[in-house]
């Protein structure tokens, strides 16, 4: 398959306004290029080696997304370079993110991940977590951190309605957050939301951020 002609019919599909991140895991540099020189930058890992190592080897211009778990001693490995950090759901997490983003004289960008889907598999925070950590003291104490919106990911499901109905709980959600603690902060906007299987219900709930896979590079072959 073309990676390059993959990503532009997706694109012509895209709203302008949604954000396309082109998940790469597991996938060599190669077919990064390709996709990196038909004009895309935005890229997503969801581990800290194979991120930092794919960072080493390819255009310093890309946009690095972390967009799996992320464990607070592996923050020290991205945080000179990461662009976006997606899975935050933790206080713990976020001390971390910001100490090293002090070391690194930056201001690091962070979604709170909040849990939508039904598996227990799925990592995140619901709305009271969210709030504790927005009103902790510790919170307001970070300078080199900004939360840019939230993250979730569905039930992995053919239930159209119960992929819906959980996109719409995190509209519902960022909503509130957004009124209550970032009311007037336009950099609060995102809502990173839908994969290959459910990105086009996302759009239509309202994801400003999409994260694309198999639909691009083809399906994965673990080792």
């Known amino acids: 398959m073309s990676v390059a ?35 895309h930058k935005i890229f997503g890992e969801n ?3 194979e991120l930092s190592s794919k960072h080493e080897l390819l255009p310093k211009d890309i946009e690095w997304h972390m967009i799996g778990h992320l464990q607070t001693n592996k923050v020290k490995y991205i945080a000179p370079f990461v662009t ?4 935050v759901e933790s206080l713990k997490l976020l001390t971390a993110i910001n100490k090293e983003a002090l070391k690194n004289k930056r201001i690091i960008d962070c979604l709170l991940q909040v849990k939508i889907a039904a598996e227990d598999s799925k990592f995140g925070l619901d709305q009271t977590d969210v ?12 300078k080199n ?9 569905a039930t992995y499901t053919s239930n159209a309605d119960m992929v819906r109905d959980e996109f719409r709980k995190l509209v519902s959600i960022f909503k509130n957050i957004r009124q209550k603690y970032f009311s007037g902060m336009p950099d609060f906007k995102e ?4 994969m290959s299987a459910d990105y086009k219900i996302a759009i ?4 400003t951020m999409i994260r694309i896979g198999s639909l691009i590079f083809g399906e994965r072959v673990y080792p």
């Open 191 to 194: 809502l990173s939301m839908g």
């Open 131 to 142: 709030e504790q950590i927005l009103e902790s003291v510790e919170f307001k104490q970070f």
């Open 84 to 87: 976006l950090i997606h899975g």
């Open 145 to 153: 951190i900004r939360i840019l919106g939230l993250m979730g990911m």
């Open 5 to 39: 002609r993959e990503l532009e019919n997706l694109k012509k599909e895209i709203p302008e306004n949604v954000n396309l991140v082109a998940v790469s895991k597991t996938k060599p540099a190669e077919q990064i290029l390709e996709a990196y020189n038909s004009g």
């Open 47 to 49: 581990k800290v080696q």
């Open 204 to 207: 239509e709930e309202g994801s």
